[in-house]
């Protein structure tokens, strides 16, 4: 049975600090995504990592992706309110585009 | 316009109903998927079709039926609801080699079953 873990599944930071959410996954996969989900909302696509040691930034979120360990990382830079959401990772186990999600880390970004 | 709608948004029925929930795209993708999302659980895949003559179960499809009218349509069925079929229900589609290979998402169709 495939398994994509997350962790932690809650997170409460202080804006400024910095912070790793980790996604572990089961199966051989070079491909891993990493969606946001607002309270009440749709989950939007933030990166998309399709090799061993593919690193993507956008803004304050970095994502890199080890295959050998079967990790992937989001690193959070000097966090500020707006990032408060929940964050999935999903990996495609090369079946062909069928995604395997995580349980998602809720982050809550306090003042 | 919305990429990936969906229809209803919201929906109350009760146990034993058959309802249906759909899903249009205007991205103009082959594959579309319905996953399904409980508290706590993430998102799990319930069917997904990679062109109209192509459905596929997914890991949880028992209880659900789908039907692919067209390339942008994807309906997804409960023949007969029960409370435990009570989610978040989205419809994604996706284009490998294009778009960067991700799924887009829609909006999302809230079911309570009574």
């Known amino acids: 049975e495939l398994k994509v873990e997350q962790n932690p599944l809650f997170l409460s930071m202080q804006e400024g600090k910095n912070y790793t959410i980790y996604c572990n996954y089961s199966t051989t996969s070079d491909r891993l995504y990493w969606y946001r989900q607002d309270p009440g909302k749709s989950l939007e696509s933030l990166f998309v990592?399709?090799?061993?040691?593919a690193v993507k930034q956008e803004g304050r979120l970095m994502a890199s992706l080890d295959t050998k360990a079967r990790l992937s990382t989001l690193h959070i830079t000097a966090a500020v309110h707006d990032l408060s959401a929940t964050y999935f990772c999903a990996v495609d186990p090369n079946t062909g585009n069928q995604f395997y999600f995580g349980t998602g880390t809720s982050l809550t970004v306090i003042p | 316009d919305a990429d990936v709608t969906q229809t209803p948004r919201n929906r109350i029925t009760k146990t034993g109903k058959r309802i249906m929930l759909e899903c249009s795209q205007t991205k103009g993708h082959d594959r579309m998927y319905w996953y399904r999302q409980d508290p706590g659980l993430g998102l799990q895949l319930i069917y997904y079709s990679f062109d109209v003559k192509d459905i596929n179960k997914g890991e949880i499809s028992d209880g659900y039926s789908v039907s692919r009218q067209a390339q942008a349509k994807f309906s997804l069925s409960l023949e007969s609801a029960i409370p435990n079929q009570t989610a978040l229900y989205f419809c994604?589609?996706?284009?490998?080699?294009?778009?960067?290979?991700?799924?887009?998402f829609g909006p999302g169709t809230r079911l309570t079953v009574l």
């Open positions: 990592l399709l090799s061993n040691g």
């Open positions: 994604a589609t996706s284009a490998p080699g294009q778009d960067t290979d991700t799924q887009y």
